[in-house]
């Protein structure tokens, strides 16, 4: 079992395959390399992983694209035994989800004490901050793997961490139509416009989601419909004063004729508090924004304080912990600077 450190991205060159797609290779260097080279290629992209090295010559490729707050990969390779364990993730604290799509063979995750079997069309969730296994039975492999950030998938699903290592079915509806868009994606994302770019990676999100809500142990605590219904309420309300900065717990209590109280156990069963999905929402629509071309000659400023945000500097730091980013970077990324013309979008550089 060989551990990798987390690697210098300037140890690993990206060749550019297309305006919005990069690939790493260990062709690309020597026969004693490659094993360490697929180490650091999987620890830059993913997380900081050990794995054992296969009895024949390493063969390694990832190609990656970034789209909305995704990133869309594909990986080829031999090599069949990957772990993250405790130490490492003490080391490495990245906080993503990563969403494995089998393509060619077979394999078995696991994670939080269990076990999903995957044949090519399947996909398994699994999440960074916890220690998982992945095995491939076969000699080689192909699969798509969708890494996101953990807080894009808790708003449209109550237990995600009950639903960690679970096949979806490539048989399922959701299994199906997500391995199709994947597949469509990936043939026509150099001619998808910067700012459809989130649109679409919200639509992938909403059917990971709705493959995992399929599962039988999704959902468990269910609101009552009477519950659910105030709920939807307190939401329509926020949003129609989404943008009032004044806005707050107290005042939508106010409003619905309720105790703040009586509006916190009406949330408990909701993924996150009322506060919480609140300020998910004020950064989504400034997201959003400053991925729309109508927004170019707006600044960050500008669209920050439309949203309810009073504060630029708590907005910036607030951004970059949901998206990774921060707003001018992700304006640049989607191809928009403040106050100017469209420019193409960058792409991430890994070396």
């Known amino acids: 079992m060989y551990a990798a450190r987390i690697p210098p991205h300037a140890s690993l060159k990206s060749e550019t395959i297309s305006p919005h797609r990069k690939r790493l290779s260990t062709a690309t260097v020597g026969s004693d390399d490659r094993f360490a080279y697929w180490l650091d290629m999987v620890c830059a992209i993913y997380a900081q992983l050990e794995c054992d090295r296969p009895g024949s010559d390493v063969f390694g490729e990832i190609s990656f694209s970034p789209l909305g707050v995704l990133d869309l990969t594909e990986v080829h390779s031999n090599v069949q035994f990957l772990r993250r364990t405790p130490s490492m993730i003490c080391n490495d604290t990245r906080d993503s989800t990563l969403v494995q799509i089998q393509r060619v063979g077979r394999a078995v995750v696991?994670?939080?004490?269990?076990?999903?079997?995957?044949?090519?069309?399947?996909?398994?969730?699994?999440?960074?901050?916890?220690?998982?296994?992945?095995?491939f039975e076969d000699e080689t492999h192909e699969l798509i793997v969708v890494r996101l950030p953990s807080s894009e998938l808790q708003p449209h699903v109550t237990n995600l961490h009950d639903l960690t290592a679970t096949t979806v079915p490539g048989t399922c509806a959701a299994g199906n139509l997500l391995l199709t868009m994947i597949d469509t994606l990936q043939r026509d994302i150099d001619r998808l416009h910067p700012s459809s770019a989130i649109g679409v990676?919200?639509?992938?999100?909403?059917?990971?989601?709705?493959?995992?809500?399929?599962?039988?142990?999704?959902?468990?605590?269910?609101?009552?419909q009477l519950c659910a219904y105030h709920v939807a309420r307190v939401k329509a309300y926020a949003m129609d004063n989404?943008?009032?900065?004044?806005?707050?717990?107290?005042?939508?209590?106010?409003?619905?004729?309720?105790?703040?109280?009586?509006?916190?156990?009406?949330?408990?069963?909701?993924?996150?508090?009322?506060?919480?999905?609140?300020?998910?929402?004020?950064?989504d629509a400034c997201r959003r924004d400053l991925c729309d071309a109508r927004m170019a000659n707006r600044s960050v400023s500008e669209i920050a304080f439309a949203w309810g945000f009073n504060d630029a500097t708590h907005f910036s730091r607030s951004f970059r912990e949901q998206f990774g980013l921060s707003p001018r970077e992700w304006r640049q990324k989607s191809g928009y600077p403040a106050r100017g013309r469209p420019t193409q979008p960058v792409v991430p550089e890994v070396d």
């Not at 696991?110 to 095995?135: H, I, K, N, S």
């Not at 707050?248 to 408990?268: E, G, N, Q």
Request: net charge positive; hydrophobic share 35%; with cysteine.
């Open 242 to 283: 989404l943008r009032n900065p004044e806005l707050s717990i107290s005042k939508i209590a106010c409003a619905m004729r309720v105790s703040p109280d009586h509006l916190s156990r009406l949330f408990r069963g909701e993924p996150v508090p009322l506060s919480r999905w609140i300020w998910q929402q004020r950064l």
């Open 201 to 224: 990676s919200e639509g992938i999100t909403s059917i990971i989601a709705a493959g995992l809500r399929g599962l039988p142990g999704a959902n468990t605590q269910r609101s009552s």
């Open 110 to 135: 696991r994670q939080d004490g269990r076990e999903a079997r995957l044949v090519p069309g399947d996909f398994v969730m699994y999440d960074t901050t916890r220690p998982y296994e992945l095995r």
